[in-house]
């Protein structure tokens, strides 16, 4: 595979560069991905969101061939963000990408007078065309017959029939690509193409004379949205599909995280058996391990969230939920496409704002990136669970069908979604202002999704989650372990270790700013470890209260403490904090690395912390006020 | 006049043409019309509505071609069709 500096670099060398271009739906990433395989690597172009997809192979007489995917337009005009890159590279105007040799245009065979355009277009921009005319089989079972020939001959580039999720299909394909290679013509420059109107004039003309059979819409597609767009059945059938992939999260993922715990707890005792007790030891343990491993522990989750999602994509399904959920979602000025990334957060939000790449307009998907941390994700259920459990009696509610303490866990799943519209709503009036995006989009037709690319989309993310994981979580886990452990406690004193430590000044320097709140300076000072995830807020209280044993012993000791020592007001306070609070460094590198901008992940980060405090001071206050 | 927006769940018609200055939002309708093309929609296809949406009945899913698109009633306002419904 060859890196980025060798591909942009001035000095000519001898890899082909091709360039894949169409629209969307039309199978261009199968193709992609079936031309090299797992040899490829995602990034964004540097400075913007879109995506660069890059991989190789190589051809039978040894020629590297460099495939950029670019992404899926409808036009080459300057409207969309993907449609200026894709401009700027194919014209070789680009900053970072130089200009391709040559231009793999695919097309859908079944919809052939409306991707013709697009070729048409693409040879106004001077450099030779190959067309692959894909989904040959499925445009076959409909009954569609297309002379490659005729339409060879008439638009003067090579025109060959593919099916892209076939590798066998792809041998003419090559054999064109060789040629053409062989036979380099030399880039010329751009010329102004002739308007939509006029292109689509051509493209009818030219797909009138080329299909040779005109078939019939895809009988499957159409059977099947009977039922799944059906005003009725297709919600029943949704909430459905919704709930058993939840379920199956959660339940799939019990087996696995567990092992993933135990693993790392087996590490730290083998470390704390092996090593002298001194800082390295305690750096390992405590810092790294501990830190890594409460972020690692959401892989399966993660990973079968995603499987679900890059399923449900590649199915078609996925275009029919945004339209199920659109109307709903355009209550609040956005896409029906963000439902799904906004589902996934409940999971995990960083799953949830990786799959907000399906949200094609940059304003709709900015706005969904910035409320996705309120969905309530499954690392605040041990602190609600542990605050709930201790000051929430269950008593039985509405006549005795649920406990308080369910029904308070919901309460607060709610809070966080009325929320996440609320600032949705406000951000589409305010800092996502813009001219309205139209929903327009192609129902594509069902597809089964082809395995091997499925197991290559699903490693992309994992890589991705992973290689966070080995460096902004393993230092921000070093860096806060350091803050908990040094200056060290003075000899003769009587407070726990962090209260003398970096974290415990910083803690009692804070509890000034979270008195109005109603916070100890115990809590507090958790707040800094907490930052790792969630969920460690309540081993480091742990630490903080001095509480010793098995992570059940200390469970069992918080909620004598949080009984005992925090007032009512206080404990639900901290629950209120917890709704809001962006208490997760991966989260925010997540934002960091999606929106491609320090403003925005430091504009979330201040308004989530900015929320958590207003409401748990409304909260603080309004429960010492009722309860006087 | 007669408009994709007017149209029932069943309902088919001819498109005549675009109006997309129809939109009260000046910057949404005028990239609309180009959009509206370059997805599929055309002068003399015919558009068949296959599906509306389960609130409002909003969006639409209609059938051009061999293909099926989904679109706002807001958006199918531009869209001027054939007065008798076939």
Known sequence: MSDASSETSPIPNKDIKIALVGSPNCGKSSLFNTLTGSHQKVANYPGVTVERRSGNYTTENDQNIILIDLPGIYSLKDRTLDERVSRQVITGVHKSESRPDLLLCVADSTNLRVHLRLVLELKHLGLPVILALNMQDMAERDGIKIDPKILSEELGIPVVPTIAVRRGSLDKLKAALTQSITNLIPPKDAVQAPTTRELQKQARELAAKALVSEGTHHKITRQLDKVLLHPFLGIIIFFITLFGMFQLVYFWAEAPMTLIESGFHALQELLTNILPDNWFRSLLVHGIIAGVGSVL??????????????????????????????????????????????????????????????IEHRRDRLTTIMIAPLMTCSARIPVYALLIGAVVPNNPVIFGLFGLQGVVLFGLYLVGIISALIVAAVLKMTLTRGVAQPFLMELPKYQLPVLKHLLINLWERARIFLKRAGTIILYSAIGLWALAQYPKKPLGATEPDIYYSFAGTMGRYLQHIFEPLGFNWEMSIALIPGMAAREVAIGALGTVYALQGSEEQIEQGMRAVIQNSWSLPTAFAFLAWYVFAPQCFATLATVRRETNSWNWTIFMTGYLFALAYIAALVVNKTAIFLLG | MVYLSDLNKGDKATILGFEADRCKDIEFARDLEDR?????????LEVKILHEGPISRDPIAVRIG?????????????????????
């Open chain 1, 297 to 358: 522990v959401f892989l399966p989750q993660i990973l079968i969230l995603f499987s679900f999602i890059l399923i449900l994509e590649a199915t078609g399904y996925m275009a029919r939920a945004a339209f199920i959920m659109d109307r709903l979602m355009a209550m609040v000025g956005l896409n029906g496409r963000a439902f799904i990334p906004l589902m996934s957060s409940f999971a995990c939000a960083i799953p949830g704002i990786m799959a907000t790449r399906t």
């Open chain 2, 36 to 44: 509206l093309l370059e997805i599929g929609f055309e002068e003399g």
């Open chain 2, 66 to 86: 061999q293909m099926t698109v989904a679109l706002r009633r807001m958006e199918a306002d531009a869209v001027k069709i054939s007065n008798g419904k076939i």
